[in-house]
T-cell receptor
Framework: KNEVEQSPQNLTAQEGEFITINCSYS?????LHWLQQHPGGGIVSLFM???GKKKHGRLIATINIQEKHSSLHITASHPRDSAVYIC???????????FGKGTHLIIQP | ETGVTQTPRHLVMGMTNKKSLKCEQH?????MYWYKQSAKKPLELMFV???????ENNSVPSRFSPECPNSSHLFLHLHTLQPEDSALYLC???????????FGSGTRLTVV
């Protein structure tokens, strides 16, 4: 069983919809990461959270440490948001990350 | 460009070949990582180098051999690979003691 679980695995929505992707983890982590991977393969770091909530443009990430749960929200979704969104847990220092399987998001015009 | 550069972007190699993947960062980070992404599986940590010393190898087969000559460069030497080793290999770097990671664009490896 993977220590980081994401849902849903696949999500198709219409442009403008509010998107929520969920992540639950069973490992002890110091920080929770949300990453974006486009079809070419490269990964971009969106957020790194250890508590509370962060916002960047139309993206919002929240984390509940007690419940070991995090969510990524996209407001006013756009076709260019189509990508794989990956949740990952990490520790302090050079521990590497434990990844979820990713959520494949498609936003249709 | 993220600040972490991987070459080549694509590589096709036979099972008897020897090749190397290269990763370079000039972000001043002191930890570098190799990750493997196979189809329909989560990213897997292969190797971690912190301050140029290997700290974890996660039981990776010996046909994968990492090298970190300095804090800016990381190599993954490949020899006698199997078709199931075909995957996207991603390099990342971070500053130990902080949490942010920067990823390269990856090398898409196909073993034939």
């Amino acid at each position: 069983k993977n220590e980081v679980e994401q849902s849903p695995q696949n999500l198709t929505a219409q442009e403008g919809e509010f998107i929520t992707i969920n992540c639950s983890y069973s490992v002890g982590i110091s920080a929770l990461h949300w990453l974006q991977q486009h079809p070419g393969g490269g990964i971009v770091s969106l957020f790194m959270l250890s508590s509370g909530k962060k916002k960047h443009g139309r993206l919002i990430a929240t984390i509940n440490i007690q419940e070991k749960h995090s969510s990524l929200h996209i407001t006013a979704s756009h076709p260019r948001d189509s990508a794989v969104y990956i949740c990952a847990g990490g520790g302090r220092g050079a521990d590497g990350l434990t990844f979820g399987k990713g959520t494949h998001l498609i936003i249709q015009p | 460009e993220t600040g972490v550069t991987q070459t080549p972007r694509h590589l096709v190699m036979g099972m008897t070949n020897k090749k190397s993947l290269k990763c370079e960062q000039h972000l001043g980070h002191n930890a570098m990582y190799w990750y493997k992404q196979s189809a329909k599986k989560p990213l897997e940590l292969m190797f971690v180098y912190s301050l140029e010393e290997r700290v974890e190898n996660n039981s990776v087969p010996s046909r994968f051999s990492p090298e970190c000559p300095n804090s800016s460069h990381l190599f993954l030497h490949l020899h006698t690979l199997q078709p199931e080793d075909s995957a996207l290999y991603l390099c990342a770097s971070s500053q130990q003691g902080f949490y942010g990671y920067t990823f390269g664009s990856g090398t898409r490896l196909t073993v034939v």
